[in-house]
């Protein structure tokens, strides 16, 4: 089960720090995504990573823009966004895959609530 947070309103050009814990996994068994949903748009992965293998991966949207980072002490990963921009107003949510070097490719599955992040003046 996942636990998203951080998400808010801000500027153009702004930054925000996504949060997602999970309880009763372990992340350095797991692969993990950050997924988002924009209203009238499809379901779309943005992120991943594998920390035990030290693998990420990101859409080319955000490329150069987040960054994904996990604390497998703390059973949570971040997703740091920065420069943001209109488009990527969606709800941003996180899942679990069985850890993959290629976690882009994983099956994932167990999404939490989501977190609403808006990018409006």
């Known amino acids: 089960r996942f636990v998203e947070s951080g998400g808010g309103l801000v500027q153009p050009g702004g930054s925000l720090r996504l949060s997602c814990t999970t309880s009763?996994?372990?992340?350095?068994?797991?692969?993990i995504g950050w997924f988002r949903q924009a209203p009238g748009k499809e379901h779309e992965g943005i992120a991943c990573i594998s920390s035990t293998v030290g693998s990420t991966w990101y859409t080319d949207s955000v490329k150069g823009r987040f960054t994904i980072s996990a604390d497998n002490a703390e059973n949570t990963v971040y997703l740091q966004m920065s420069s943001l921009k209109p488009e990527d107003t969606a709800v941003y949510s996180c899942?679990?895959?069985?850890?993959?070097?290629?976690?882009?490719?994983?099956?994932?599955?167990?999404w939490g609530q989501g977190t609403q992040v808006n990018v409006s003046s």
């Open positions: 009763g996994l372990t992340l350095d068994t797991a692969s």
């Open positions: 899942a679990a895959a069985p850890m993959s070097r290629r976690c882009h490719e994983a099956t994932y599955a167990a």
